[in-house]
Antibody
Framework: EVQLVESGGDLVQPGGSLRLSCVASGFIFSGYWMHWVRQAPGTGLVWVSRIKSDGSSTNYADSVRGRFTISRDNAKNTLYLQMNSLRAEDTAFYFC??????????WGQGTLVTVSS | QSALTQPASVSGSPGQSITISCTGT?????????VSWYQQHPGQAPKLMIYDVTNRPSGVSDRFSGSKSGNTASLTISGLQAEDEADYYCSSYTSSSTLFVFGTGTRLTVL
């Protein structure tokens, strides 16, 4: 069974930093593109970033480019999201997801990031 | 890149059919057959219901079907059941720097 378990969400002040982690199990992690998707409470889904299976290529939404960095450690089956210069509008649940082709076939349960003073 | 446009809410009675639309542009929905649909119950992670416009993942009821015409994709749910009540989101690959875009979301109420 595919499992994605996020952690690292917390309350952080504007301008602060946070690193999210996602531990994957139940599949060959190194064989898949992985992404982060976020959802502010009570609102819709927004794609944040993706990383190629071997970590050699990354992409970002315009709203986070230059502030967020996606990475992975295939030896540890773990996906990361380093978030710097956090803003109030970054407040959201952050989901770690796996894609096959252009579809998200597996989701984690999400970790909540709250940016507030 | 703006979100794809969905109706905020739709409703139907048990046994009826409903259709949720998802309107984009030629840079996303109209340009690629990479439209997916996700179901999200309150407090839960989304679940893939349709991918590549018309395909159903294993385990998803055949009451769910997808289609596309021009820049608008649609999700149809036939034989509505109480457990179908949820939020539904479409998504598409896009040629913009965003790469993936989601719809605004539709709240389905089963009366």
């Amino acid at each position: 069974e595919v499992q994605l378990v996020e952690s690292g969400g917390d309350l952080v002040q504007p301008g602060g930093s946070l690193r999210l982690s996602c531990v994957a199990s139940g599949f060959i992690f190194s064989g898949y593109w992985m992404h982060w998707v976020r959802q502010a409470p009570g609102t819709g889904l927004v794609w944040v970033s993706r990383i190629k299976s071997d970590g050699s290529s990354t992409n970002y939404a315009d709203s986070v480019r230059g502030r967020f960095t996606i990475s992975r450690d295939n030896a540890k089956n773990t996906l990361y999201l380093q978030m710097n210069s956090l803003r109030a509008e970054d407040t959201a649940f952050y989901f770690c997801v796996r894609t096959i082709g252009y579809r998200i076939d597996s989701w984690g349960q999400g970790t909540l990031v709250t940016v507030s003073s | 890149q703006s979100a794809l446009t969905q109706p905020a809410s739709v409703s139907g009675s048990p046994g009826q059919s409903i259709t949720i639309s998802c309107t984009g542009t030629s840079s996303d929905v109209g340009g690629y057959n990479y439209v997916s649909w996700y179901q999200q119950h309150p407090g839960q992670a989304p679940k893939l219901m349709i991918y590549d416009v018309t395909n159903r993942p294993s385990g998803v009821s055949d009451r769910f079907s997808g289609s596309k015409s021009g820049n608008t994709a649609s999700l149809t749910i036939s034989g509505l059941q109480a457990e179908d009540e949820a939020d539904y989101y479409c998504s598409s690959y896009t040629s913009s720097s965003t790469l993936f875009v989601f719809g605004t979301g539709t709240r389905l109420t089963v009366l």
